[in-house]
Each structure stands twice: as C-alpha cells, then as structure tokens.
C-alpha cells in the first residue's frame, strides 16, 4: 500500500521545549524492528524527566497537509459508514441499544454487518477499535479511524459481514482531556463485542485497537470488576472474553502510563489517578500511584487474546519520550507474542495506525509479522 508522509506540531498539555529523557537510544532502533519473543516485565527502572515537553491525551494535532487519509484507497466514507440493516434488524430483537452503537449522530460513527440474512462469514470477525477524540471512520486529521484498515482488509477479501466498528466517545478533539476507561466507554465497547460475537456466531474475533482503545480493550476482554466513582462506583464489567479472541492488536496503547501525565499530575479525567493514563511515581524500584485502572490491567498477563501483538514507535509524538516510562516500552503488551516496532517520521501516532493496514492484516490473518 501506498505510504505518505505525516508532519505534526505538537504542543498539548505542557510545552516547554526540553528534550525527551534519555532512556533508549532511539537512533539505535532500526526503521521496523520485529520480535516474535515475549516481551520482558515492564519492571521500572527509570524516572520520567519531568522537564521534558508532552501531551496530556491522543487527541489531534496541527499537521501538514499529507496525511493518512491520503494513503488509504478511496472507501467511499460517507456512501458506506453506518451498521448494516440486517445487523441493526438484529440489534433491535436482541434489546440492543442501536442508537448507541450505531453512531448515527456521527458521519463514520459505525460500520459492519452482514448485506443480507445468512451471508457467509469465512474470516474471523474483525472488530476495530479506535482511540482519544477519533471515529470509527473519517477523513480529517487526527480523525481518520479505520478508513485505510478497512479499505485495505476489503480490498484482501473481507466483507462488511466480516468488519466492524462503533464510536465511542464525542469524537471531540475539544473534549479529548475530559476521556477516560470511564464506565460508559466500557460497557459501549463490551457490548459491541458481545453483539458481533452473537450476531456473526464466530467462536472468536480478531480485536485491532489503537492507543487509548487499547487499553479499553484490554479492559473489554479482561472482564471482572470495574470502578467508576462518577457514575456508580463499582460495576461488573463480564466474564473473560479471552478465549473469543484469536489475535489482538494494539496499536500505540499507554499500558504503563503517560509521562506526560506525570509531568502535569493526575489534574485531567484522561490523566486521573483512578480511570485515567496516570503512570504514578518511582519509589526505589517500585512504582507507586499508578492508575487504579491500569494496575488492575497490569495484576496478570497474556489474557489479550491467543496471539497478542504491540505496534509502536520511538517517534510517537503524543506517546513521546521514545515510548519509554520508567524504563520501558509503555506501548509493549505484558505478556505479548510478537511485536513490531518503528522508528521513522510518517510512523508517528496516528501514521502507526493509518499506514500499517498491511501489517495489521498480516497479524489478525495469518499470525505474520513483516
């Protein structure tokens, strides 16, 4: 597929300039690096270099006027968005909210479902999931969604059957810092994966998600218990889905944190020390006051999926500081099969996500890194 080159200025949260900490030699990183290994423990090892500039969530930036949806083949956005009539036929007898899932109030809220009842299903389901202020699909900057991967998986011969999305969020690069694993954002994505499980009949589907959706993902499939102080405390969130996942994809996700959120303090729901990206304080060799919500993410390992692969980049520049917090690469799943990595300009946070269509299909397909 074709690659283009992205070009943002960044300067969200707090811009001050300083160079990025010095804990991994980016130039040493080859342009994609692969690993078909386990990663190591995320043990940390080295304290964020709180001088260093950041941003506070993944909403978008100002960029040039190359962007990824310049990459991506013509997928007719607006003539083909939206959940199919049979899966919203379905929604409906099953006691759906099909007005939540399906995103009308959005232009790209949602895709997927079958053109007609019984239409054959030969691949896995594959649901993507999008990240902070993004869409299921798009064409301007920083809201993208999935245009390139879907336009690309169909081009390979996966049907609208086969292919699915839903929004969650307003999709409001003006609300981005207010996003957070709040209690809405997971029982939304729960139930969409819930209802295509159900609806398609596979016995698993292939789970693609990109920085903030990956690790409401990780939460959707990890299941279990759940709090949301701001909207009735604690909740039952599911039995495990791990079993239902053939290969999970994460793309650019902050497992361990964002420095920037250290930098600016656990001031922001998207930064928040109980729902938030908050990646807490070393103490010695131990990390204390680390997110609630990603330390329960972190209690185990592997449970992603039967094939569990991390996308990332030293040059992510929302992720920032080469990907690094305290030590090591928050993008890494815990527990991962495989990972790819990058290390040029058009792979920075929304290039991992746009330009890597190719790849995602190697990995949810075939269990195939490059």
Known sequence: MKRAVLLFSLCLGACGGAAAPAAVDAAAVLDVTVSDTASPDAAPDVAPDAAADGA??????????????????????????????????WLVAHQYDVADLARDDL???????????????PHDPVIFIHGNSDKALGTAVGQTGWTASRAWFAQHGYTDAELYATTWGPADAAQAAQQDHSRKNIQHLRAFVEAVLAYTGAQKVDIVAHSMGVTLARKVVLGGSANDPGDGGAYAVGAPLTDHVDA??????????????????????TCSATNGLYPGTLLGVTVAGRSAYLTDLLQTSGYEGG????????VDEIIGYADIVYGQPTSRLPGQTA?????????????????????QLALVRDHQTP
């Open 56 to 89: 506070t969530s993944d909403a978008p930036v100002d960029a040039a006027a190359d962007t990824a949806a310049d990459a991506a083949p013509d997928s007719g956005v607006a003539a083909t968005a939206g959940l199919t009539a049979d899966f919203r036929a």
């Open 107 to 121: 232009i790209g809220g949602s895709f997927g479902g079958r053109a007609h009842a019984g239409e054959a299903i």
């Open 248 to 269: 999970f994809v994460g793309i650019a996700g902050a497992n361990l944190g964002l420095t920037s959120c250290f930098l600016t303090g656990p001031t922001t729901p």
């Open 307 to 314: 094939f569990r692969c991390a996308l990332w980049s030293t």
């Open 339 to 359: 990972e790819v990595t990058f290390a040029t300009a058009p792979y920075g946070h929304f290039g991992l996500k746009d330009l890597t269509a190719d790849v």
